[in-house]
């Protein structure tokens, strides 16, 4: 369908360089591009090139952080997302939004709209050194301090050495100016199976979720797994495993209709088949999108830890380690996307959290923003078969091109 003044994005040329970015870090069907790796540099300095060419002015910082500028007059709307993977990731997650962006740009240009886009890749969206690093940069958000004893979370390099290997020690680190921009806009793969299971095609994002995260440990007495009678045993491990269920019979009555919630790891010491456990731990994490009902979990949580604690036989202690509350995304941004989702995909979209965290949450902090999702085949993501049909790819990012430009002409 062919809107009036509207841009017309370049499908093949958008495919291409989803293509081509792919081949840093290629792995299997996916890519392996962890911050600042060398694979990560070189797409960094090859998408930096595209957005020269795209008539943009590219600069790299510090953290970082790729942005091209756009020099058309007038204040501007921000796109991107990242450009780092998971490890043996998918060849969509993050990366799609920034090429969206770039090609967005192009389709401005060329239709002659009297506005420009700059277009970004955040560092670290990923958390290898950090949460956010990239974005919270941008906005302010992580200080020197931060950054001195920041260490990469598998093996332990600090992140001002993986700096100065990656030559960016010593650039200086972007910082937002909120007047250049009318707000910030990002797209991104679903990372899960909504769409697909409503057979829509267009997520409009009304809000990120929240994230609780908690360590819960457990102190019993180590003692020999074949002469320690049950009864006089205090098994860490069996405190651990009663918790978990306890929070699974619990939750579902003081949870929203779309909260989750997962015990991501457990270590049991020292995790011998003859020694009953003295020590165990787990970290639990829980999402939704309303703040009040992420409080009502979490008193739940505390209950059922005191609960726990009172029963014995071990001790149990709780640590919050990062509480993330929900970020709404903006009402007049969501209309936009959304009015360009009808027109190209009439009765294929719908409105809908997102359930993971992205750099818009923090973007948010400072400017407007919203996201757009397209559908993730099978639900899956964080795995190198991670996909998203071609055509929907190309609808979603004629439909950002839509959004966009009716919020610059707004």
């Avoid at 008539?55 to 780092?84: F, M, Y």
């Avoid at 959304?338 to 923090?362: F, K, N, V």
Wanted: proline share 6%; charged share 20%; hydrophobic share 40%.
């Amino acid at each position: 369908m062919a809107i009036p003044n509207s841009p017309s994005i370049d499908g093949q040329r958008l495919i291409a360089d989803l293509k081509r970015i792919a081949e840093f870090g290629r792995y299997k069907t996916g890519v392996h591009r962890p911050c600042l790796s060398p694979q990560d540099m070189q797409s960094r300095h090859w998408l930096m090139e595209r957005m020269k060419d795209a008539g943009l002015e590219p600069v790299i910082d510090g953290i970082g952080n790729v942005i091209g500028r756009s020099s058309a007059p007038g204040p501007k709307l921000l796109l991107g997302s990242h450009t780092d993977t998971q490890p043996q990731g998918g060849w969509l997650d993050g990366v799609m939004g920034v090429i969206y962006g770039l090609e967005v740009a192009r389709a401005l240009k060329e239709a002659g709209v009297p506005f420009g886009v700059d277009v970004a890749s955040w560092a670290d969206e990923e958390g290898h050194f950090g949460a956010f690093t990239g974005s919270r940069s941008f906005v302010g958000e992580l200080s020197d301090a931060e950054i001195a004893a920041a260490k990469h979370r598998e093996d332990g390099t600090p992140l001002t050495e993986a700096l100065q290997q990656a030559g960016l020690a010593g650039k200086p680190r972007l910082a937002i100016e909120p007047e250049r921009y009318r707000g910030y806009v990002e797209a991104h793969i679903e990372q899960g199976g909504y769409l697909e299971q409503e057979k829509k095609r267009i997520g409009v994002v009304t809000a990120i979720v929240g994230i609780f995260q908690y360590r819960i440990s457990f102190a019993g007495q180590q003692n020999h797994a074949g002469t320690t009678p049950m009864h006089l045993r205090k098994d860490a491990a069996q405190a651990l495993f009663r918790l978990c269920t306890a929070i699974n019979d619990a939750f579902p009555a003081v949870a929203g209709p779309r909260s989750v919630w997962t015990v991501g790891r457990v270590q049991i010491h020292p995790g011998a088949p003859a020694i009953v456990p003295g020590a165990a731990e787990m970290i639990l994490q829980f999402r939704d999108e309303q703040r009040e009902v992420m409080e009502r979990m979490e008193a739940a949580l505390m209950h059922l830890v005191a609960a726990a604690q009172a029963d014995g036989p071990c001790g149990i202690e709780i640590e919050t380690l990062s509480r993330t509350f929900p970020t709404v995304m903006d009402g007049a941004f969501q209309d936009a996307i959304e009015a360009a989702a009808r027109l190209r995909a009439p009765d294929t979209w719908m409105r809908m959290p997102s359930a993971a965290g992205h750099d818009a949450q923090i973007i948010a902090h400072k400017l407007p923003a919203a996201m757009l999702f397209v559908p993730s085949i099978g639900g899956i993501s964080h795995h190198y078969s991670e996909d998203t049909s071609e055509a929907d790819i190309l609808l979603g990012c004629q439909v950002l091109a839509d959004a966009v430009a009716a919020i610059l002409k707004g």
